[in-house]
DNA sequence: GTAGGGTTAG
């Protein structure tokens, strides 16, 4: 009896847990809901307020209540169900469906089985859905449309569109509530053939006068990218006034990327008099996030507020995530702060837009408070962790939170894998990759790129290699992100045939875009062709800052600083900006070629368009007045950058050590010492760079021996080549010989050029011998060691052994780098090489040249020093070639054409001869000029006859 | 029907 009428009431009354116990129901064995008002406690009110536990709790204890009499109609199971459906409660849906299955009372089962179709579909559990669907001895449309919801909500687009084909095979009719999981399920797989078909039926059918039908329809449309029939049947049918219509094609013009087309439909929106919803401010918010439509962003914010919308969480969230894409996150820290109720989504949308704006710190201070305020992190928010910490480097910090995502079972998420992976790999930290790699249960293409790109920075090239090769075993697709990885492989081993392969490999397969074009541009840059860097470059079509940059840095790489200079134009003609990275390779270039004016014209954009000194930018400019010259300067862009790297340090005490301020390198390496930064190899060649320079032989051991024992740096060739070149330098040439026979790794070509330049000056004969034949033996196609041994021989006026040398030379086709000197006087280089007769100005030069020769000789003392002229020629003759010494004729040349009072400078590609040294020494002090010179190893500054390195170099 | 996550170049 109280079964029946309760299935006939329309508030179904249950019991409230908090009030009910079993003794009551014990010790006076009348059901619970025969005591309470029928009104008072329904379960459709507990349901409608989402009190799970509280129904759920009711509805158990009056099944399991020994000597319950009470049997739950068909409607509450179905009220429980839903709400288990909507709060995705699995285990609590499954209980009720052993309920639904061990009781008596069902009256209508296909009612009942539908419902748990539904509730399993909601719950994620498809096989469970499935099985009640198979089950199920009769079935009607509902149960269709739930088992189509249910394959479209967890993923199944295909089994929804399988299931559409067996209703059409069996005549079932749809209905309305069928048409939009098939839509839905249509521009899942983007299948715009079926959407079409179905959209057909839905003609036939009569259903296109339904705003839910025409709504899903244009969400395929859009998501088919076909925004114009989404249009078309948006202005064709009558649902203009219907606001869900307007939102459907807004949100398709906003997922495609129209941003200014859904904005003006918004526009005509407002103006047709429709108002806004929630669901309109989301995708209006979301065609908002590029940079460029942020002022417009803000004038939609004023909307909202004026609306009252941005109560709403997701309309506030949207709010966030717009000013964080705008990088405005003061604004979007704003609305979030000013937010009522913070969901997940607020939280990470703050988390990942501090990530994507670099600003990292303020991410792990948002996730910190996010802990303490009990907002259990997710698996997006651990994304956005692990990228932040990836990016600081901070692998204590990524460590922690990989243990979180184990201890909450975060850890199988692909994501969160993949951002792992590549957490560690940014750390340094491959072995723990490989870990995380290994374990992961899925892999995607994200993953496998990830980890490759990881070896290829850590690297391990061949290690990357090997992966792409089984991903190619497991025929994984290959898209253009993975080349780009790949190709870095590829310039890490400097293999040029192997970036020939892969350039093969994806022209055939059409993977080509701009980022892996200029990623081209250097690959082939760093594999020393220029050729190729020179044709993949021009041959793009729309080059960026970033393909500029590529070419320029290539140039550099190889030796072609004024190809890199002549760029820069070139970009100023294609209206390309310059940004940070870019000036990178200039300053190199202006470095290369001594071209001070190029370098001062960049340091002034810098400053001009509000960068930051610091960072690489500072080294840069650093080592660019350095080689120019200016040391002074270098030490101003050092003293005035606030925020000193080791790389600045560095660069500093490289500037000092050119130009022959050893003591001065070595003063502030005790500086960076006391700061607490940890000196790396290179400021430790800088170091010995500097003793080498200034003979500091004793400082010089001193700090090699402390890079091994206090720093624990194993040398590299290139240190041992410094001491080498010190030692010898000082003539000390036994015990340089000596230090080589000790060396713990086997000596370089270079190790033996040091020994031998050395053997020009304090003649060695033994020791010449031995590093001559080894000279040869190691680097037999390097022209420079051939002149080198052959000067060497030419010392001692040992001609026959010159001519050898000289014929082997012949013989192998080597051709020696012709000595040049240049001047930069205007807006101009002025190159010249010896003798050179070229210069339109070649007589005046000339001329100019003979007197203060002339000069020099009857009152400057200067006598030509002809064992400097390594041909064997009359004396007559060998004056004739000193005097047209290259940088002789650019001296005269900045003579004539400069102002009194301003200092001379020269670049020379080679060594200063010993002969010009005297000559330039003689010239500074007799015409009372500053002359700089700088040549292929250091820097001589020429003032009142006395040169700074103290005629050592 | 709405919002948040991972791998690319100099």
Redesign the pocket.
């Known amino acids: 009896m109280a079964t029946l009428s309760l299935r006939l009431s329309p508030h179904l009354p249950f019991p409230p847990t908090s009030t009910i116990n079993s003794t009551s129901s014990k010790t006076n064995g009348i059901p619970p809901f025969v005591k309470y008002p029928v009104k008072t406690f329904s379960l459709r009110e507990i349901c409608r307020e989402g009190k799970l536990r509280e129904a759920f709790r009711s509805f158990g204890n009056d099944l399991t209540s020994p000597g319950h009499s009470y049997k739950p109609p068909d409607e509450a199971y179905s009220l429980i169900l839903e709400l288990c459906a909507a709060q995705k409660a699995l285990s609590q849906g499954q209980q009720i469906h052993g309920h639904v299955l061990k009781s008596k009372s069902v009256a209508d089962a296909v009612f009942l089985d539908t419902k748990l179709v539904f509730m399993y579909g909601k719950c994620g559990s498809l096989l469970d859905a499935r099985k009640v669907f198979d089950e199920m001895l009769e079935l009607n449309i509902f149960a269709w449309n739930a088992m189509i919801g249910a394959c479209v909500g967890n993923d199944r687009p295909l089994g929804a569109l399988e299931l559409y084909k067996e209703m059409r095979m069996l005549d079932f009719p749809l209905d309305a509530h069928t048409f ?1 999981s098939l839509f ?1 399920a249509c521009a899942a797989v983007e299948d715009l053939c079926s959407g079409c078909e179905i959209h057909g039926l839905t003609i036939k059918l009569g259903f296109l006068s339904n705003a ?1 039908v025409v ?1 899903s329809l244009v969400g395929m449309y859009s998501k088919c990218d076909d925004i114009p029939a989404a249009y078309q049947l948006f202005s064709r049918t009558s649902v203009r006034e219907d ?2 219509a307007w ?2 094609l807004i ?1 398709a013009y906003a ?1 495609s990327g129209m941003s200014t087309e859904g904005l003006g439909l918004f526009e005509e929106m407002l103006y047709a008099g429709v108002t806004p ?7 209006v918010l ?1 065609a908002c996030e590029e940079p460029a439509l942020g002022k417009l962003g803000r004038g939609i914010h004023a909307i909202v507020l004026k609306s009252g919308r941005h109560l ?4 506030a ?2 709010l966030v ?1 717009m000013y964080a894409k705008n990088n405005s996150m003061d604004e979007a820290a704003r609305v979030f702060s000013e937010m009522k109720e913070k ?7 703050m988390l ?1 837009g501090y ?2 704006n670099g600003l990292y710190e303020d991410a792990l201070c948002v996730f910190s408070e996010m802990k303490i305020l009990v907002q259990k992190p ?7 962790m692990l ?1 932040a910490s ?1 990016r600081l480097r901070n692998l204590s910090h990524g460590m922690q939170i990989h243990a979180f995502s184990l201890k909450n079972k975060m850890d199988n ?4 894998g ?2 792992l992976v ?1 957490m560690y790999a ?1 750390c340094g930290r491959t072995d723990y990759m490989h870990f995380v790699f290994d374990r992961m249960p899925y892999k ?4 496998w ?2 980890a490759i ?1 990881g070896c290829a ?1 850590n690297n391990l090239p061949m290690k990357s290699l090997q992966l792409f090769r089984e991903i190619n075993v497991e025929k994984m697709e290959v ?4 080349i ?2 790949i190709l ?1 492989a590829c310039s890490d081993l400097k293999c040029h045939s192997l970036v020939k392969e892969i350039h093969a490999y994806f022209m055939r397969r059409g993977l080509y ?4 074009e ?2 081209l541009v ?1 690959v082939y840059g760093d594999c020393k062709n220029i050729n190729y860097a020179c044709k993949v470059f021009k041959l793009i079509e729309f080059k ?7 070419m320029m ?1 290539s140039y550099v790489d190889n030796g072609l600083a004024s190809e890199a200079l002549e760029l820069v134009p070139r970009m100023k003609e294609n209206k390309i900006e310059l ?1 940070c ?2 000036t990178l ?1 200039i300053l190199s270039a202006a470095a290369d070629l001594s071209a001070l004016r190029k370098g001062k014209e960049i340091h002034g954009f810098l400053l001009r368009n509000g960068f930051i000194i610091e960072g690489p930018v500072a080294s840069s400019l650093v080592d660019m007045y350095a080689c120019c010259g200016i040391v002074d300067d270098s030490y101003k862009v050092f003293s005035s950058t606030l925020n000193k790297d080791l790389p600045i340090w560095t660069s500093m005490i490289s500037a000092y050590g050119k130009h022959g301020y050893g003591k001065v390198a070595i003063d502030l390496f005790r500086r960076l010492e006391s700061e607490n930064l940890v000196p790396d190899h290179i400021t430790f060649l800088a170091v010995l760079y500097a003793c080498s320079h200034s003979a500091l032989v004793e400082e010089g051991k001193k700090v090699f021996e402390s890079m091994q024992e206090e720093y624990k740096l194993k040398p590299w060739p290139e240190h041992y080549t410094c001491m080498v070149d010190m030692l010898a330098r000082a003539n000390y040439l036994e015990e340089a010989f000596h230090f080589v026979t000790m060396m713990k790794a086997e000596p370089t070509a270079a190790v033996w050029c040091a020994l031998l330049g050395a053997c020009r000056v304090h003649s060695n004969e033994k020791i010449r011998e031995i590093a001559a034949s080894k000279l040869m033996e190691l680097d037999p196609v390097n022209p420079g060691n051939y002149v080198l041994v052959s000067n060497a021989y030419a010392a001692t006026e040992r001609w026959e052994d010159v001519e050898e040398v000289r014929s082997k030379m012949k013989g192998k086709e080597l051709k020696k780098d012709p000595a040049c000197s240049w001047i930069e006087v205007g807006n101009k280089f002025h190159v010249f090489v010896a003798h050179d007769r070229s210069h339109p100005e070649s007589d005046e030069i000339k001329q100019n040249l003979d007197q203060i020769t002339e000069k020099l000789v009857k009152g400057g003392g200067y006598v030509p020093q002809t064992k400097y002229v390594l041909h064997n020629v009359e004396e007559e003759e060998k004056v004739k070639l000193l005097t047209g010494h290259s940088e002789r004729l650019a001296i005269s040349y900045g003579l004539l054409n400069t102002t009194y009072g301003t200092p001379i400078r020269i670049t020379k590609n080679l060594r200063v001869c010993g002969d010009c040294h005297n000559f330039t020494k003689l010239t500074s002090k007799y015409l009372k000029r500053e002359i700089i010179v700088r040549d292929a190893n250091r820097f001589h500054h020429f003032r009142d006859g006395v040169c700074s390195c103290g005629d050592f170099w």
């Open positions: 939009p839905k839910f709504n606001v869900v939102n459907s949100s997922a919803s929630s669901y309109t401010f989301v995708p979301q709403e969480t997701h309309v969230n949207s995530v969901d997940n989504i607020s939280w990470n949308s990942s990530v994507q997710d698996q997006i928010s651990l994304v956005s990228a990836g998420d692909l994501l969160v993949n951002t590549d940014k995607d293409s994200v993953t790129t990830t790109s920075r898209d253009m992100l993975m780009g990885s870095l875009d701009l980022v892996t200029n990623t250097k960026n800052v970033v393909s500029f940059t590529s840095s940004d990275v870019a390779s």
